[in-house]
């Protein structure tokens, strides 16, 4: 951060440069990301009184506290133009006139200081105080002048235990506001403040209830420009203890989310009306650079990850051999073996989490690094385990099992009739699939590796980090089924590794947060789209529900693999990988995730786009986010090979099918 003089931070607005910065002795900072027609300010933040004024200041660090507005630049935090007071305001009120902005000798029934401060004293902090006028003046007159008008939010907190009658959560004062002029946005203000959700407590929002808004910065504001609206705003501080000043990381966590989206979604509503922009959405509100805090914190993050794939471990090395056994031996259970872990996992945890999520600013790309931390934490616990008893209690904690719908919708695919599904019966050997996937990456300009393998459980596998499609050299494919592999396997997991490795942000290659279940279901999906999908394929993906099912209940290879092939009159090797891929590793749980997976998608398919689960693994959890962050250009639109618009296939029957999942 710098420190700049009044004249010098008003000579870079002027040109329109970009700057953080601490002005006149740190009395208050000034950050533009971008210059945009919104302004946050949070006037009251500060805690700091010169040195040379302690002496004769009689409240306590607590009493003074308990006045001022702490936290509330955590709530503006996300915006690219920020105004925020350093100086307690018992040296100076900046909501006050500058002449009234200092306190005599008390303030709130409390005497502050022990004699009344001089002259020079007194004409010091009204010097800051000017200064941050004349700071606010010169961003205001550049952005009226840019964008036609601006909108200035005004944010403060207040404390609400003193006040015997309900207070609002959030308090708008709209006594200075020309609501004839401004009126409807002050109502959308109030609209999107209470969408805000907030842990274990009641959210309301309303205007003039507590506070009428007759605060100075809007007065003058309102004095100088006519084409900007100031919105005062008090928020109640549940999300503080107000007496000890312990804050609740939790919920000042989710305010913080909450307050980026109303504020966004109501300057957008602003411009849309008073703005030259009338297509104006809440993304174009915020900035499109990436701050140097997500950048270093990405960095170190996917340094730390990014050999930490799940399947590089979780595949026997010695599956051939104990297939073999397997079916020599009399069924005996397989006794697998696996790839050492190359990390320290204590020290991976550690420095995990000492990761600096804290000094990122934006409150939703914040939470997207702390579900992603959280989420490793989770894959590490996961891959320590691999060979021993707690291996299943892990997967469990990191995919979750089937519930009764998952395994309702296996069982109905189970019992659809496949005679006639037109797969075909010629078999292709991995030779002749590799020709094909080769000739299928060059027509779509993925520049990838295509090899076979003996240690992969599946007919196909990508391996993320080395952009590698390994198959499985014992493998048999039907023409349609490449089809379907070739658009599964390399248009998207291919695809999506492909262009998560050209984002300036690392974190879309080492996986949101539920990627696994979105990946898979957006690879059939795919394959609906490509009209290769087919009631037997369905059938399979349902096979492993239910082999998941079967090994949370049974623990026992064996009489999983017995119970698959009696009930559903398999052939020994299909139900011998069925088997494996959710044995490995001590019981594995993934597998129920691609029916649920695709139904997840074909439902999101149907209501939005999702061109944007393209850009590297996505998970739901963040896809909000994740669009968020395309639309303010940090990371280039993903193009996808193929259309991923749902559409009826023209197959009646396979469309009653998906129709049908619940």
């Not at 006794?335 to 990761?355: A, C, H, M, S, V």
Request: glycine content about 4%.
């Amino acid at each position: 951060m710098l420190t700049l003089s009044e004249q010098e931070c008003i000579a870079l607005i002027k040109k329109g440069e970009c700057f953080h910065a601490e002005v006149e002795f740190g009395a208050f900072i000034v950050k533009i990301e971008e210059y945009a027609p919104i302004i946050c300010a949070a006037i009251h933040n500060g805690h700091k009184l010169r040195p040379e004024l302690e002496k004769s200041f009689l409240l306590s660090d607590e009493e003074r506290f308990y006045e001022e507005d702490p936290y509330t630049d955590e709530l503006i935090s996300s915006f690219p133009i920020q105004l925020i007071g350093n100086d307690s305001r018992f040296e100076y009120d900046l909501n006050r006139a500058k002449t009234l902005s200092t306190y005599f000798k008390t303030a709130w029934d409390k005497q502050v200081w022990e004699k009344p401060l001089s002259q020079k004293q007194r004409a010091k902090s009204h010097s800051k105080h000017q200064s941050f006028y004349n700071v606010l003046e010169a961003i205001i007159s550049v952005i009226e002048k840019q964008f036609k008008n601006a909108i200035v939010f005004d944010i403060h907190s207040y404390n609400y235990k003193r006040i015997e009658e309900d207070t609002p959560t959030f308090n708008i004062g709209s006594g200075q506001i020309d609501v004839e002029r401004w009126g409807n946005i002050v109502s959308q203000m109030e609209k999107q403040l209470n969408f805000i959700a907030l842990p274990n407590l009641d959210v309301r929002a309303a205007t003039d209830e507590v506070f009428h808004g007759r605060g100075y910065l809007i007065t003058h504001v309102n004095a100088h420009f006519d084409n900007t609206l100031v919105l005062p705003i008090e928020v109640k501080k549940i999300f503080m203890d107000e007496s000890s000043g312990d804050v609740y990381p939790l919920v000042l966590e989710e305010l913080k989310a909450g307050f980026k989206s109303a504020i966004s979604e109501t300057a957008a509503f602003f411009v849309r009306r008073y703005g030259k922009k009338k297509k104006t959405q809440k993304a174009d509100m915020l900035s499109s650079t990436i701050s140097a805090e997500v950048i270093s914190l990405d960095k170190k993050l996917y340094s730390l990850c990014k050999t930490v794939e799940t399947l590089n471990f979780i595949n026997p090395i010695n599956l051939t051999a104990q297939r073999n056994a397997f079916f020599k031996n009399s069924y005996i259970s397989p006794n697998f073996n696996y790839k050492q872990l190359d990390i320290n996992p204590y020290k991976f945890r550690e420095q995990l989490y000492k990761l600096p999520v804290d000094d990122i600013n934006d409150a939703d790309i914040q939470q997207l690094y702390r579900h992603v931390i959280d989420n490793l934490a989770s894959k590490i616990d996961l891959l320590t385990t691999i060979g021993t008893d707690d291996f299943v209690y892990n997967s469990l904690k990191y995919y979750g099992e089937p519930s009764h719908v998952d395994i309702a919708n296996a069982r109905f695919l189970l019992h659809l009739n496949t005679e006639n599904d037109g797969n075909g019966d010629d078999a292709l050997n991995a030779d002749e699939a590799i020709r094909y996937f080769k000739e299928k990456a060059q027509l779509w300009a993925l520049n990838c590796r295509i090899e076979k393998s003996s240690k992969v459980v599946a007919k196909a596998m990508v391996n993320n980090e080395k952009a590698l499609l390994l198959i499985n050299k014992n493998a048999l494919f039907t023409e349609k089924e490449l089809h379907a592999f070739a658009y599964h396997e390399l248009g998207i997991h291919m695809l999506t590794t492909i262009n998560a490795k050209k984002h300036p942000l690392k974190i879309f290659s080492l996986g949101l947060t539920g990627n696994t279940h979105t990946q898979e279901g957006l690879a059939l999906y795919s394959e609906y789209c490509s009209g290769s999908l087919t009631i037997q394929r369905l059938k399979t993906i349902a096979l492993r529900v239910i082999a998941v099912k079967y090994m949370l209940e049974h623990n026992d290879f064996v009489k999983t693999y017995h119970a698959l092939m009696s009930e559903f009159k398999l052939e020994k090797d299909f139900a011998f990988t069925l088997t494996t891929r959710v044995y490995r590793g001590g019981g594995f749980t993934k597998d129920y995730l691609y029916l649920k997976g695709f139904r997840d998608v074909i439902n999101l398919a149907k209501a939005n786009s999702i061109d944007n689960l393209l850009v590297g693994k996505v998970g739901t959890l963040d896809f909000e986010i994740t669009n968020e962050i395309v639309e303010r250009g940090m990371i280039a639109k993903p193009q996808p090979l193929f259309d991923l618009t749902y559409k009826s296939s023209g197959d009646t029957v396979l469309d009653f099918v998906i129709d049908s999942i619940r």
